[in-house]
């Protein structure tokens, strides 16, 4: 079994930061790319930001200069760092990553996701 776990969200005022944390469990082999996606009420769910294995980065353009996201491979860890926040930005934050497992192979799993709301 594989399990992404994050953590970090809550109630910050605008302009605010806060910084989501992502651990990955499990039988695992490697982790290719991860990710941060987002879900507001009423919307689609959309990528925010990706990283890959090499540490090469992509934003979606309403977060580029504001967020940055990491990773530590030894860890199985991946950070969203999210600053000057705006009430726009506030959606339940979920990760993802493509996960290789012994004897399974390469899938994509999903975790439950942590609330961030941005409010004054």
């Known amino acids: 079994q594989v399990q992404l776990v994050e953590s970090g969200g809550g109630l910050v005022q605008p302009g605010g930061s806060l910084r989501l944390s992502c651990a990955a469990s499990?039988?695992?082999?490697?982790?290719?790319?991860m990710r941060w996606y987002r879900q507001a009420p009423g919307n689609e769910r959309e990528l925010v930001a990706s990283?890959?294995?090499?540490?090469?980065?992509n934003y979606a353009d309403s977060v580029k200069g504001r967020f940055i996201i990491s990773r530590d491979n030894a860890k199985k860890m991946a950070y969203l760092q999210m600053n000057s926040l705006k009430p726009e930005d506030t959606a339940v934050y979920y990760c993802?990553?493509?996960?290789?497992?012994?004897?399974?192979?390469?899938?994509?799993?999903w975790g439950q996701g942590t609330q961030v709301t941005v409010s004054s």
């Open positions: 499990g039988n695992i082999v490697s982790i290719s790319i």
């Open positions: 990283i890959t294995i090499g540490d090469s980065t």
């Open positions: 993802n990553a493509v996960i290789a497992r012994i004897s399974v192979g390469w899938n994509d799993y």
